[in-house]
């Protein structure tokens, strides 16, 4: 009974979102049955659709873990986006420094191919950069809570503009190649290039830009369920998160979990950096994200805050964000835009459900 | 450093801060009731998409920002309906109503107009009308400073709307309804949101675009918190933001003779947001919320 009541107001929302949607391409006179089926008819029925919607799916996961996390301890993260900024241009700072290859720092040529790595040290080291300044931009917020009582959502939606501002002064200034009219870094090294799925399997196309990084995330997904239900630390995290006051009665520090909680909500968040620039793009491209980390607010409300309802949920996105490329080329009048709109009636209706689902 | 300063960016901040005062005393009725309003940025948009529209098929510009006003309250009493009904939480709502926003007006306008998430160029002569470079909305949005502080500190509504903000278990004992207070100031501050978002469609352009606001509406709530849901500091954050903006059009092509950029532009855009974080911090006088800020009111509870 109790999953039943878990699940009852993910599902009505999701039923909502499709009724009010459904009205609304009506109202703009086209086939809403056609449209659904162009959503959702177009994310597995081969390898290639597969693997580009496991592909959107992997930072669904990340940003969406990293806001439940947040949200475990009585937090709102909406930083997810800056703090995935900051960690991917870093990620790829490391990937171009370290990889070999020469450096245009400011207009003049440098040449760090003394500091190649190997990929064994590089790629390891690429993803703990991205861990750890995705968990610094994170602690940020989580440290002015703790020392000042400053409101984490305030802080992180300016922090978002601050971590875009500044990782797009460094591209533009340092890190572009010269003459690319394109806001982004010169590429990684080859040595941190992960492994991409489609040399594992036979008949996945070489260019489905899915990599590992997809089963990193499903990794997080049992380690973060181990963290938060199985150790001490998950478990004073989430008291702080059901009552700060009952919790530090009980000798738990709220402000230390506040903190451990924005740090490790930002290093998930800055997971991202792992798909995006290792396995994907291999470089840092500004505005790359396509908004990921507001996405994994709507994931998290979703999925419960339970790594189990992150993954459905960033595979319910996953299929929409794709299938909205087909509604796009297939239907007459309705655009892509109908993904994010779907997105918004469930954030509304889990929002607004929350009270009735904890009874 | 005389191309810098000069005439054009008196009027060009003047230009910059109209959307953000609209928006900023618009949140300020809002969360002076005691309602978080994350969602300034959403019923911007709405202001600005539905004012665009009206004013592309009819040719009157006050006819369009009269309509988006109405779609700002509508978005608004759908938002409020959401926190204050259903106690949904906050934040969350005011960011679902920005998704929405940001999905809802390009899919409409994709499907009117065939465009990208675009609306129709709207003929010159039907913008809204300026006078000496000020815009009419401009001069609408500084009369209502004035305003604004009369009904919030010398009118009974004012005096229950402040009642409300920092403890509404009293003002109810004193036979004010708390409810029906805090949906009328969530609804006001969507049609003044909304006339935001209409001035940046049918005034400082002339088409809606998909996102047009770009953060308006948070840098209108950062300007909410640094002047402690005060309206003339308000006014006064506003312009601050409004000239920070503006400084950003003549640094893009001053440089020095060096041929460097003299000030990279990003770290002007950064000032609202690091400013805004410091004083929340409590670095420059302490900014305090309305105590009941963000809580749902059940009188069972």
Redesign the interface.
């Known amino acids: 009974m109790k999953i039943l009541r878990e699940i009852f107001s993910p599902l009505i929302a999701v039923a909502a979102a499709f009724i009010v949607g459904g009205i609304i391409v009506l109202l703009i006179k086209d086939n809403p049955f056609q449209t659904y089926y162009e959503l959702v008819g177009n994310s597995f029925g081969s390898l290639k659709d597969l693997g580009y919607t496991l592909f959107y799916m992997t930072p669904l996961i990340f940003t969406g873990l990293a806001v439940a996390v947040a949200f475990r301890c009585g937090l709102l993260n909406i930083g997810a986006e800056g703090q995935l900024y900051v960690a991917a241009f870093a990620t790829a700072w490391v990937g171009i420094k370290f990889g070999g290859t020469v450096v245009n720092v400011f207009g003049k040529q440098e040449d760090w191919s003394w500091m190649s790595l190997p990929a064994f040290l590089l790629i390891p080291l690429c993803m703990l950069t991205a861990i750890a300044v995705g968990g610094f931009w994170g602690a940020i917020p989580g440290f002015l809570k703790a020392k000042f009582g400053s409101h984490e959502v305030i802080n992180t939606i300016m922090l978002n503009f601050i971590a875009i501002a500044l990782v797009s002064y460094f591209t533009q200034y340092y890190y572009k190649v010269p003459g690319d009219p394109l806001l982004q870094t010169a590429p990684i090294g080859e040595a941190a290039h992960i492994p991409r799925i489609s040399q594992f399997i036979p008949g996945m196309p070489e260019f489905v830009p899915l990599s590992v990084a997809f089963l990193i995330a499903i990794l997080m997904c049992v380690l973060v369920y181990i963290f938060l239900w199985k150790t001490k630390w998950g478990y004073e995290l989430r008291a702080v998160g059901e009552n700060p006051s009952a919790a530090e009665y009980g000798g738990i520090s709220p402000k230390k979990q506040i903190i451990i909680a924005m740090t490790i909500s930002g290093g998930l968040a800055g997971m991202v950096a792992i798909g995006e620039v290792l396995g994907s793009r291999y470089l840092y491209y500004h505005d790359f994200s396509g908004d990921v980390g507001f996405w994994g607010i709507a994931v998290a409300l979703l999925g419960r805050n339970h790594p189990l309802g992150v993954f459905f949920a960033a595979l319910f996105f996953a299929v929409l964000q794709r299938g909205g490329i087909f509604v796009d080329i297939e239907t007459k009048y309705v655009s892509k835009d109908l993904v994010e709109v779907l997105q918004a009636i469930v954030i509304l209706f889990v929002a607004s459900l929350q009270r009735y689902s904890k009874k | 450093m005389g191309e810098i300063f000069s005439i054009a960016l008196f009027f060009s901040t003047i230009r910059f801060a109209t959307p953000l005062i609209f928006a900023a005393l618009g949140g300020m009725f809002s969360e002076r009731s005691g309602v978080i309003n994350?969602a300034l940025e959403g019923l911007m948009l709405a202001g600005a998409f539905t004012a665009a529209v009206v004013t592309y098929e009819t040719s009157n510009p006050f006819f369009g920002l009269f309509c988006g006003m109405m779609a700002g309250a509508f978005l608004a009493f759908?938002y409020a309906v959401?926190v204050i009904k259903?106690?949904?939480?906050q934040?969350?709502?005011g960011?679902?109503?920005?998704?929405?926003m940001?999905?809802?007006p390009?899919?409409?306008s994709?499907?009117?107009y065939d465009s990208?998430?675009s609306t129709e160029q709207i003929a010159k002569e039907n913008v809204l009308p300026s006078f000496f470079d000020i815009n009419i909305a401009s001069l609408l949005a500084f009369a209502l400073v004035p305003l604004c502080w009369y009904v919030l500190y010398k009118t009974p509504f004012g005096l229950r709307l402040r009642a409300v903000g920092e403890n509404p278990a009293a003002a109810d004992a004193a036979g004010v309804s708390v409810v029906k207070l805090r949906y009328f100031a969530v609804v006001l501050s969507g049609v003044l949101a909304a006339a935001g978002g209409a001035y940046l469609s049918i005034g400082q352009s002339s088409l809606f675009t998909?996102g047009m606001t770009a953060?308006r509406g948070?840098i209108a709530?950062?300007a909410l918190?640094l002047a402690k849901w005060k309206p003339v500091p308000v006014m006064l954050a506003c312009l601050f933001f409004g000239f920070t903006e503006a400084l950003t059009i003549p640094l893009a092509s001053y440089k020095l003779a060096s041929g460097e950029v003299a000030l990279?532009v990003?770290?002007v855009?950064?000032l609202p947001?690091?400013l805004?974080?410091i004083v929340?911090?409590?670095f420059i006088g302490l900014s305090r919320?309305p105590k009941s800020l963000g809580i749902p009111y059940n009188k069972e509870k």
Do not use: C, K
């Open positions: 994350i759908i959401s259903f106690e949904a939480d934040v969350v709502a960011f679902g109503i920005n998704i929405l940001l999905g809802l390009a899919l409409l994709s499907a009117i990208a998430g998909r953060g948070f709530l950062a918190i990279p990003q770290f855009q950064m947001y690091v805004t974080i929340l911090a409590g919320a």
